[in-house]
């Protein structure tokens, strides 16, 4: 079950913020962020798992709604080096492989 | 030192061809993957193996046939190679794909193979 992203696409200026959420119709166990820079490969970017929790990576944290099914990853005051792919990849027990969202694409401008 | 490698960084082809892409990780991780990235980015998961045992098999045509010789490689050959096959082939490793029904571990992607048939 492919986990859906919104928005596709965004652009930013540089120090504006941003919020890539990440659905799923079903009742979610585990949620991964990556992301992945024109031309590479994805890069981890943070786990998270039921309970509602949030994480943060530099100023780029994510949260877990567990009743909703969804989860959003927040990037704050953006640099240039946050352009990229963002992938959600979502797993619905710990026995299920990981599916990973059509992505994200965002792009930070001067 | 590369963690995870992949050879040929790009392939092109014709159809019919058969071919082989080669993934080495010299992180000492326990398993190993191959995901698909079409023209429109979809990230979709072929394959894994765990400790050289198929642990995923995702819906793949049987003309693609992965082989682990050891737990540090995870090749991934294609047979009679069609138009529809043209994408970028990711390996990935994770020290452990699961402990113990937890989440699945974080996974380190290699640079991909851009294939292309004509």
């Not at chain 1, 786990?47 to 994510?62: D, F, P, R, W």
Request: hydrophobic share 30%; glycine share 8%.
């Amino acid at each position: 079950q492919q986990p859906v992203q919104s928005p596709q696409a965004v652009i930013l200026r540089e120090g504006e913020d941003a919020v890539i959420n990440c659905s799923s119709s079903k009742a979610l166990y585990s949620v991964h962020w990556y992301r992945q820079k024109h031309g590479e490969a994805p890069v981890f970017l943070m786990i998270l798992l039921k309970g509602g929790e949030q994480k943060g990576h530099e100023k780029i944290s994510a949260s877990f709604n567990e009743k909703k099914q969804q989860s959003s990853l927040y990037l704050t005051a953006s640099q240039l080096s946050y352009s990229g792919t963002y992938f959600c990849g979502t797993e619905l027990s710990g026995n299920t492989p990981l599916v990973f969202g059509k992505g994200t694409r965002l792009s930070v401008i001067a | 030192d590369t963690a995870v490698s992949q050879t040929p960084k790009y392939l092109v082809t014709q159809m019919g061809n058969d071919k082989s892409i080669k993934c080495e990780q010299n992180l000492g991780h326990d398993t190993m993957y191959w995901y698909k990235q079409d023209s429109k980015k979809f990230l979709k998961i072929m394959f894994s193996y765990n400790n050289k045992e198929l642990i995923i098999n995702e819906t793949v045509p049987n003309r693609f046939s992965p082989k682990s010789p050891d737990k540090a490689h995870l090749n991934l050959h294609i047979n009679s190679l069609e138009l529809g096959d043209s994408a970028v082939y990711f390996c990935a490793s994770s020290q452990e794909g699961r402990v113990a029904g937890g989440p699945s571990d974080t996974q380190y992607f290699g640079p991909g193979t851009r294939l292309t048939v004509l």
